[in-house]
């Protein structure tokens, strides 16, 4: 009897290490679209829009801008408002919505990716920023300035599919009474291309 309760000890404690070392496996994978490959995601991490500064000049389309003045970069900041908390609490959502993994889904960005695939200069409080739509952006930004891009690092080209993810219809944000979403009139308003070069 007790060489058996041994073994099933023995069993249960090998079923343990290998379970625990598959999620210490996975922690460190930081996703981004679907083109990517395992390795690429594994070294890509969330800079945050502070390492998007290339993109605040003239001559590269100035797509910081059109980001700040976009709803986007507001999005986390609205889920401090009392129409949020007042949502949060019909959704059943306790705590703080800008704590709540379930509006930050849309409202930040990485939110479900553990803190290893972060570098420090990436901020939730940024809201929808440039790596929400385009993925991490490290490699990319870890190019120094004046040498070519190559295949721009597999930065994802969001479709507006990808923004339906998010700006679908929800039963939940009905109480809002926000007009329908217009995804046209949406994509004109966030379109922020690098100008053609000469």
Known sequence: MCGKKLIGGIVLFVGMIFTLAGSWAQSGDC??????????????????????????????????????????????????SLDARKLAKKMGIEGEPQQSPACLKCHGSAVSLDTLCMEATFHIEDGVQCETCHG???????IKMGQKIAAPMKLKIPTKEDCMM?????????????KKFNIDKAWKKILHPIPKSK
Do not use: F
Not at 136 to 142: G, L, R, T
Not at 166 to 178: F, Q, T, V
């Open 136 to 142: 991490p952006a490290s490699q990319h930004v870890a």
């Open 31 to 80: 996703k981004t679209n679907k083109d990517t490959t395992l390795d690429e995601m594994q070294k890509a991490k969330y800079v945050g829009v502070a390492g998007c500064t290339c993109h605040m000049k003239q001559s590269l389309g100035n797509q910081y801008d059109v980001w700040i003045g976009t709803k986007h970069s507001r999005s986390w900041v609205v889920l401090q």
């Open 166 to 178: 998010c700006h679908k219809e929800k039963k939940s944000h009905e109480m809002l009474n926000k």
